[in-house]
Structure formats: C-alpha cells, structure tokens
C-alpha cells in the first residue's frame, strides 16, 4: 500500500484548514509541515493520526489515503 499525499492535501484544502494548523498539532511550523505533504518528509504514524484529528476523519476511515501498489502485469484487464 502506498501513502496518497495528493488525498491529505485534498482533505485539508475542503475543509479549508491552513498549513499551520496542521504544522501545529504535530509541533512543528508551517514550512515543515509542507515538506511532510510534499513528500521530502515521511510522516509518522503518530503524526497521521493527529492530522486525522485535525481533519475531524475518524480512524476507521483512515484506509481512504492509501492506495493498492498493484504492478501492472498483475492487475486484470477489464
């Protein structure tokens, strides 16, 4: 499974939650926070969950940011 960044930055652009509020619930400012949305910064788990709370997405929901890294030669022709 792969982390989808382009989902998180989605879901905290609809709900019209800036960078710094993100930043801030993981103690880290703005510009670091926009390396971990960027990708040149993995995110922890302890992190994620605490940008679920800030996007108000309950854990059970959490599965809408991964995705399946399926190779091609395995996936079935439709």
């Not at 390396?35 to 108000?56: A, C, H, P, T």
């Amino acid at each position: 499974m792969k982390f989808n960044l382009q989902k998180l930055r989605y879901e905290r652009l609809s709900r019209k939650i800036p960078m710094k509020d993100m930043g801030e619930a993981i103690g880290v400012g703005r510009t670091a926070y926009y390396k971990r949305e960027k990708g040149d910064i993995k995110i922890s788990v302890d992190e994620f969950s605490k940008f679920l709370d800030v996007l108000g997405i309950s854990q059970s929901k959490a599965g809408i940011f991964f995705t399946n890294d399926v190779p091609k030669r395995e996936l079935v022709n439709r």
